[in-house]
């Protein structure tokens, strides 16, 4: 289906640059630009992949605290120490020593999802600079970089479950949860970006 474009902005010299209207292959990645869709998209994924950095960050600079953290998870202390809860999950427990490889390779983990999700935000940038680009490149990046960010608290999510840390880190799993929630929302809006932006075509060309 072809798209109509805009020429009345182009008969009328009014003394001011005039942005060319792209042929139509490129009118919905121009759209979604003109219409602050995919300024909108791409601020909120700036914004994730920034709180996901600042979390690799802290792992780092706080590794003590986090691998305490991730110990009293693993080797399931507190439930061990409860004499009500979680009596049949206990035999899940593993030792202290496994906290610090474990939270190593998250770390890892989540510093190659950050470097994933910042190579997506640059290439929204130059497609905001030039929507010749298109939006399948910078959807293509977003899917991958989320399907990392995804997978990362999907994960702890399972392996939490496993070792019942939703009876006594209650906030540590919504946390997770909230972040989980948060990649399938940006997923969602991205990928529907396209499909948001045609209907805009002929108010923005006009």
């Known amino acids: 289906m072809s798209f109509p474009l805009a020429e009345s902005s182009s008969s009328v010299d009014t003394g001011q640059p005039q942005e060319r209207v792209p042929t139509n292959t490129l009118l919905t990645a121009w759209t979604a630009r003109r219409s602050g869709l995919l300024p ?6 700036a914004g994730v992949a920034a709180w996901l950095t600042l979390i690799a960050v802290n792992n780092i600079t706080d590794f003590g605290t986090n691998r305490v953290l991730l110990e009293r998870t693993m080797t399931m202390r507190a439930l061990i120490d409860d004499q009500v809860r979680g009596n049949g999950l206990e035999w ?21 999802t ?40 999907l994960g702890f999510l399972v392996s939490g479950l496993w070792f ?9 799993q919504q946390v997770h949860f909230t972040l989980l929630m948060v990649g399938a929302l940006v997923a969602l809006l991205t990928n529907l970006l396209p499909v948001a932006a045609r209907p805009l075509v002929p108010e923005v060309t006009r």
């Open 40 to 45: 909108l998209v791409l601020f909120l994924f």
């Open 92 to 112: 899940r427990a593993l030792p202290a020593s496994l906290a610090t490889p474990a939270l190593i390779t998250v770390i890892v983990y989540q510093l190659g």
């Open 114 to 153: 950050v470097v994933l999700m910042w190579r997506a935000v640059i290439t929204g940038l130059r497609v905001l600079r030039s929507p010749r680009r298109g939006l399948a490149e910078l959807i293509r990046h977003v899917n991958h970089s989320l399907v990392a960010f995804v997978g990362l608290f």
């Open 164 to 172: 019942g840390y939703w009876m006594h880190l209650g906030p540590v």
